[in-house]
């Protein structure tokens, strides 16, 4: 049987996706092993990829101790991982309600000033977010933020990506839908929430999704305004620990699944919203 080019072509690129899902799912996959192996069995040459005896004496210890064989660090990881949820749920949830509104602002209204105002936006978007942190650090200092979770919040609540991210899809909707809205006498807020909310509500869902993971995984900005062990989210809490343990690799590999789970489980749960997010670029009338 002949191979058609179109059908080369399909065997090819099934075949390229295959070894990209492979080298991707790999190093994930060894992490999850790890954490079930037996202490320092990792450190063997060559490292083993499955272990000689699965246990669960990693997940024991990294939840249960409070204290990590003496050493200065002196906090569980389930109070972390606490933190790091109630600073992801508030940071997601009052960056929605400053985002998508701004973004439906910057798309369907008119006001002075408007076009330079995103052109600024847009232009603020080359700048690494890494050369704000000090000047922010000291005004959050002034202010009396630094080691607090507002601290940790306020600066996540606009995002400029965001704001544009939502301005591009509320592009798609039809100006006739909101103008016939408008001759039937309804106002701005009821025209956001009884017509354009609903037709983003799958941008709504992706965004919340973004905003949470990056809240979630977020180690550098509360690595440096938190100083108290007890306000630690999880990444800054497993950073801690191994320093400590810095050899004791398959204990990490337990603190980075325990990390990478809850997010991992929410993205599963809202897929179909998130594909339809990125795949519902516009919005037809």
Request: proline share 6%.
């Amino acid at each position: 049987m002949a191979v058609t080019p179109l059908r080369l072509r399909a065997i090819v690129l099934n075949a390229l996706i295959a070894a990209v899902t492979f080298v991707t799912l790999v190093p994930f996959v060894w992490m999850v092993t790890v954490s079930f192996m037996p202490r320092y069995e990792s450190s063997r040459y060559p490292p083993p990829f499955w272990p000689s005896r699965w246990t669960l004496e990693n997940y024991h210890e990294l939840l249960t101790r409070r204290q990590f064989d003496g050493a200065w660090f002196d906090y569980r990881i389930l109070p972390a991982m606490g933190n790091s949820l109630l600073v992801a749920a508030i940071s997601t949830l009052l960056g929605l309600v400053l985002t998508v509104p701004a973004g439906y602002a910057f798309a369907k209204l008119r006001f002075r000033g408007r076009e330079r105002l995103l052109k600024l936006l847009i232009a603020s978007l080359v700048v690494p977010g890494q050369v704000a942190m000090l000047p922010l650090f000291l005004i959050f200092r002034e202010l009396g933020l630094v080691d607090s979770y507002a601290g940790v919040i306020l600066p996540s609540l606009a995002g400029i990506f965001a704001v544009l991210f939502v301005r591009q899809a509320t592009l798609g909707i039809p100006d006739e839908m909101i103008d016939a809205a408008r001759l039937d006498g309804a106002g701005e807020v009821r025209i956001f929430v009884s017509i354009v909310l609903p037709l983003l509500m799958p941008i709504t869902v992706t965004l919340a999704l973004f905003m949470f993971l990056g809240s979630w995984n977020d180690f550098l900005w509360p690595l440096i305004v938190l100083s108290d062990q007890h306000h630690y989210t999880l990444p800054v809490a497993v950073a801690a620990i191994s320093r400590e343990h810095a050899a004791d690799g398959e204990l990490m590999m337990a603190a980075a699944v325990v990390t990478t789970l809850p997010v991992l489980m929410l993205f599963l749960a809202l897929q179909r919203y998130y594909i339809g997010g990125l795949l519902g670029g516009s919005i037809k009338g």
